[in-house]
């Protein structure tokens, strides 16, 4: 009798917690049809657009000929993967550029139009014949973003090559999680992000301030793959006769005293030291006082379209000074 009533007892709390998370995931998705949230945004971005890559050093690549909304933007990827027009692999007689980052520069949450990419390819197309191509993918670091430069973009034969870089692309390069299947629920997504919200008040390592800081300590592996990388491309820029230049994208929370300013002055301090032209953006703006009047939405800090144009504007002559 003992074993049966255990039987059952455990069938019922089974069946209670399966109804439990059902009726939580339709719930939560039916929320979700009126609101967005980054992280769940974040989680379909991987699951509709994102696919393995055969090197590891670059990690995912976006799937080709996709079209998906995330953060209520249509976002459309092209025959190679990249949120862009599709241009021919063989150079024609326009000045060809192209921007390497991360999900800033795929202008994550913001329309193609409004991106800074956008912006400075029609203004510098103005003054002279110039096609920018934007390789920008999101959650990738300076690792990813020159190996991935190297497997495709040297194919386009580019006379211009930008590296947009942001505070946290010192990060290692990431690897797949076994518990990716988890992003299929927007419960499990939405409730974990407010979990790791919470723990991130206790503890410092875990704030965005803290964990970006601890990147560029001196011995951070991720720091020193980042610095590989850019001599890297560098070395194979001057090679190839390609220009290069690097732009530092600001952190948009506390931008009059800017939360980076240390980490910016070591990266600047590097680049400069190794004959890379460098602009860093966050002087810029600090006259900026209301930051997030510069973001996507309360839970995202990535630039907005205001963000973007600003990001044209203020990179544009250090941008079309190497193509004279």
Do not use: C
Not at 108 to 126: C, I, R, T
Request: aromatic share 12%; charged share 25%; net charge negative.
């Amino acid at each position: 009798m003992f074993w049966l009533r255990l039987r059952d007892t455990a069938l019922l709390v089974s069946i209670s917690l399966v109804a439990f998370f059902l009726f939580g995931e339709l719930a939560m998705r039916l929320y979700l049809m009126r609101q967005t949230f980054y992280d769940v945004e974040m989680s379909r971005y991987a699951l509709s657009l994102k696919q393995d890559a055969e090197n590891p050093l670059i990690g995912h690549v976006h799937r080709p000929n996709r079209e998906v909304e995330l953060m209520d933007v249509p976002v459309r990827t092209n025959a190679d993967g990249f949120r862009d027009d599709d241009y021919p692999v063989e150079k024609g007689d326009r000045w060809r550029i192209i921007f390497l980052g991360d999900s800033l520069t795929f202008a994550w949450g913001v329309e193609k139009e409004k991106s800074f990419e956008h912006l400075l390819e029609k203004v510098l197309d103005a003054r002279r014949p110039t096609e920018i191509i934007n390789f920008g993918a999101g959650n990738y670091n300076t690792v990813q973003e020159v190996n991935l430069f190297l497997e495709k973009g040297l194919r386009y034969q580019p006379d211009q090559v930008v590296l947009f870089y942001f505070i946290n692309d010192a990060e290692p390069v990431p690897q797949r999680s076994s518990l990716a299947w988890l992003g299929y629920s927007r419960m499990a997504t939405f409730y974990w992000s407010r979990i790791k919200a919470l723990l991130a008040r206790y503890d410092e390592s875990t704030t965005f301030a803290g964990y970006y800081s601890a990147l560029y300590e001196p011995d951070a592996q991720g720091w020193k793959d980042a610095k590989a990388a850019i001599l890297q491309l560098r070395d194979v820029s001057r090679e190839k006769g390609i220009a290069f230049q690097v732009v530092l994208l600001p952190e948009l929370h506390d931008l009059v005293d800017y939360t980076f300013a240390r980490e910016h002055g070591l990266i600047s301090e590097f680049l400069r030291n190794n004959g890379v032209e460098v602009l860093d953006l966050a002087p810029s703006f600090a006259d900026q006082t209301e930051p997030m009047s510069l973001w996507v939405a309360l839970d995202d800090a990535h630039p907005n379209a205001k963000a973007h144009r600003l990001i044209a504007e203020r990179s544009l002559e250090f941008i079309a000074a190497a193509g004279k």
